[in-house]
C-alpha cells in the first residue's frame, strides 16, 4: 500500500514511482503525516492493517528522518528529497515494528549519482 502526505510535492513524488512500479495496491493521502513528528508517522505505520505486507510511506522532514532514526540501528543525519529508505521488520504486525526487530535493506537518493 502507499501512504502519501496531501502535499502537492509528495502527491507528484508518489505519482512517478506508481508510474514506474507499475503500482496498483491500494493508495491513501493522509492528513496526519503532512509535517508530522516522527511519533505521528509510527502511530500511522502501527496501524497498517497485517493484511498489507509492504508500505510506501511519502512525507515531509524531519519527521521522516527521525522516523527513520527511531526505526534503524544505523543513524542518518538527514534523508534528503526523493530519499528512499527500505526497512525490514521481523514481525508478523504492524503494531510490533520496532528498532529491535528492524533491518536497514538500504538507503538511496538521487544526488548520490550526480
Not at 70 to 83: A, D, M, Q
Not at 101 to 111: A, M, R, T, V
Request: with cysteine; glycine share 4%.
Amino acid at each position: 500500500m502507499i501512504i502519501c502526505s496531501p502535499s502537492l510535492r509528495t502527491k507528484l513524488t508518489s505519482e512517478y514511482f506508481i508510474k514506474e512500479l507499475d503500482f496498483k495496491g491500494k493508495f491513501i493521502f493522509e492528513k496526519s503525516i503532512y509535517e508530522a513528528p516522527y511519533e505521528n508517522l509510527l502511530k500511522v505505520l502501527q496501524n497498517i492493517e497485517d493484511k498489507n505486507k509492504i508500505a510506501f510511506l511519502f512525507g515531509h522532514n524531519p519527521g521522516i528522518s527521525d522516523l527513520v532514526n527511531f526505526l534503524s540501528k544505523e543513524y542518518f543525519e538527514n534523508i534528503p528529497t526523493c530519499g528512499i529508505v527500505e526497512v525490514d521488520f521481523d514481525t508478523k504486525s504492524w503494531k510490533d515494528i520496532s528498532k529491535e526487530n528492524s533491518k536497514l535493506i538500504f538507503f538511496e537518493y538521487p544526488k548520490k549519482y550526480k
